[in-house]
């Protein structure tokens, strides 16, 4: 940085004080997000340029430290934020804290604006037999549930995906319906959180990147589930499928099968749902393909 300043000096002395300063000080850290306003459910990227920390380096979201990713451009870091689909619309503080190579603590800011997803509302009415779940059910679906929440917590160091993600299907469709605030029989559930694909059932399921299978179980609502971490807190996940082609522990690649579609859990008719988890938050599975092939 200082040669580019020392080009502008007249004389000898200060080009050299220019020099030493440069050297001790460092530039302070600078945050660039993009895109800078995201719907609920969406991501961005940031980037962190000036991060050349000593020791300690970390980045806060709405308050909540976010994993900054492993892959370095110089002295630029990324990182990859993900908006829950329900966090409030409004400002989002995102805060980069580090120590310079001096010492000194340096930090940056800047504000992510979250724009309401406006998803539309679906009503359905079911048999009440459909909503009204006995004791054990309901043991068995909290159990499952904090099987999954506790795998969104677990941040996997490094990554194993590489470039853009891509539909789950050959050739590559479009699901449907992310975000859907649904109420069943007058009642408010929780949102969906994937999208759809109508799709018969036998048909292959392919892997969305590359990433490490990490959870193969028949769930209450998921049916036969399978969730693949492709490292640093990124997650996807295919639901009620007839069978899984892989195992727990196993890595597989981009496009590779892994299941095929089927009915399994609670599903109306054969189709495969597809979702995304990025540090905890559910993603719109259209935004990762956008944001990744970009
Ligand atoms: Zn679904």
Redesign the pocket.
Known sequence: MWYARAFFCWSALPCLFLAVGAFAEDEPPTLHLAPDRVKQGGMAVVRIAGAAAAGMARLRVGGREIPLASSTTGETRVAWIGVDLEQPPGPLEVVFESTMRAGRPASARAALLVLDGAYPVQRLSVPRSFTDLDAPTLERIAREKTVLDRLWETVTPGRFWNGPFRAPLEPPARGS?FGLKRIINGEPRAP?T???FSVPSGTPVLASNAALVALAEDHFFGGKSLVLDHGEGLYTMY?HLREWLVRPGQRVAGGEPIGRVGRTGRATGP?L?W?VRLHRARIDPDDLLRLTAE
Do not use: E, K, S, Y
């Open positions: 319906g969906h994937g999208i759809d639901f189709h749902h979702g």
